[in-house]
């Protein structure tokens, strides 16, 4: 009875976020009630094992009691504190302070978004300031890579390479560029050192076309999530960001997905010892708990602009910049993160790598690639040519109607993907059960 009102409701009032609306009213919602650890629960009493995180955000797992205990405790002193004349409130200086001291290299200065999108948003204006300031103001040209997600707030939308985020929207925007995407499993001719020196050519040769003084910034996801959970080869970060070092343009790494454990280090730049100049988290901040995302400034982009600025205010922020309980979280989260569940996701994070690989023989599975707790099952019905499934099978709401039916929730991408980002606090029963239900939706589909 209370389901059915809600999914009434909620067909008649909640616009739900990246949906087909039609096809969502169709199917209607299916509401969670309540979760603990890696475990989520319906309405109507069903136990999903959640192997998607949320969306890829509850890194530490559901339920945590002294996460709920720091908010509360920060909403009883001070449930906000404005940035603005001057003020701020502890949670956040620290909050800033620690991971400052963790991020790679000199990424010292960190401005507090509310999610992904406006992290990257505030990117976009604050790399335009460090341009003006240093007397280039016709830098204005941003490229970013095919397959890549970046938000769909209006300008990060821009950036994103997805059809779905520019169709109808009147985007991209005339100072957005692409290149192509490494995707190793669709890029078969090439090995890995191909894939690298093409995407390197290719970088140089887009920076040339649109003139190397106009280049501001070339963004990068460490792994492509939204794309497809795409891999880039071992080098390929490395080698962007030199080429970007050379030819003096900022370089971005968009870790919102990556970043707190979900590759194994707290920052996946980490795997490949590369410094970006600007960095954006969200998601795992603070779990998922509240919303709340960071942007990352080397020293010498944060001292351009407050050099450029002078006494003058940067014109960026917002009402909820640095919220103090979002803080109060994320100090948390990072505190649990660094008391076992990072290693608790590396170690879980290999259990399911190498489960994943033994579906490598089912009929339907082409390709399955990953990197610590963030990972991808690629469907084909012909393993030689890669042909992907028939649009028939649905693969976005069938596959996961089927994954739902057997106690699993995992992402299935249109194109006929499973992706997998499980909390890191994922037992090794829990995470063979993720691979043995899925290998029963694959009998199921063949
Ligand atoms: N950047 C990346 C790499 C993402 O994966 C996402 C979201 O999935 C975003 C930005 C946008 O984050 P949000 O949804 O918190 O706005």
Avoid at 59 to 81: C, F, I, T
């Amino acid at each position: 009875m209370l389901t059915n009102s809600l999914v009434e409701l909620d067909r008649q009032h909640l616009v739900h976020p990246v949906s087909s609306f039609r096809g969502h009213e169709a199917r209607g919602v299916r509401v969670l009630r309540s979760a603990k650890g890696a475990t989520v629960t319906d309405t109507e009493g069903r136990e999903l094992l959640d192997g998607f995180a949320g969306l890829w955000c509850v890194n530490a797992g559901y339920g945590h009691e002294s996460v709920v205990e720091a908010a509360a405790d920060q909403m009883r002193k001070l449930p906000y504190a404005t940035g603005y004349f001057d003020l701020g409130a502890e949670a956040p200086i620290r909050l800033a302070a620690e991971l400052a001291e963790r991020s790679p290299g000199d990424l010292n200065h960190i401005y507090f978004s509310l999610g992904g999108s406006d992290a990257v948003d505030s990117t976009i204006r604050f790399i335009r300031y460090y341009w003006h300031a240093k007397g280039q103001p016709q830098r204005d040209q941003f490229i970013s890579v095919e397959q890549g997600y970046h938000g769909s707030t209006s300008m990060a939308a821009g950036l994103t390479a997805l059809p779905g985020f520019h169709e109808g929207f009147g985007i991209p925007y005339q100072w957005q560029h692409k290149i192509s995407s490494h995707y190793a499993y669709r890029n078969p001719a090439q090995s890995a050192e191909e894939i690298v020196a093409a995407s390197v050519a290719e970088l140089r040769a887009k920076v040339s076309e649109i003139g190397e003084d106009k280049v501001a910034a070339f963004y990068v996801e460490p792994i492509q999530g939204s794309g497809g959970i795409l891999v880039p080869p071992k080098g390929w970060m490395k080698a962007m960001r030199d080429v970007c070092a050379e030819l003096e343009i900022l370089f971005v790494a968009d870790e919102v997905i990556t970043a707190f454990g979900r590759t194994g280090p707290l920052f996946a730049c980490e795997d490949e010892g590369i410094v970006p100049d600007l960095m954006t988290t969200a998601k795992g901040l603070t779990s998922g708990y509240v919303p709340m995302g960071a942007v990352f400034m080397r020293n010498h982009v944060y001292e351009t602009i407050a050099d450029g600025a002078g006494a003058k205010a940067v014109g960026h922020g917002f009402t909820y910049s640095a919220h103090p309980v979002s803080a109060a979280v994320a100090l948390e989260v990072l505190y649990l993160y660094e008391g076992g569940l990072l290693e608790n996701g590396r170690k879980a994070g290999a259990r399911l790598m190498a489960g994943l690989e033994t579906l490598r023989d089912h009929p339907l599975v082409g390709d399955v690639r990953g990197r610590g707790m963030l990972a991808a099952v690629e469907l084909v019905t012909d393993k030689e040519k890669k042909t992907p499934l028939p649009a028939s099978v649905q693969p976005a709401t069938r596959l996961f109607d089927r994954a739902w039916e057997q106690g699993l929730i995992v992402r299935s991408f249109p194109q006929g993907i499973f992706g997998y980002a499980p909390p890191l606090c994922c037992t090794e029963a829990e995470i063979d059960a993720i691979v043995e239900r899925t290998r029963t939706v694959l009998d199921q589909t063949l």
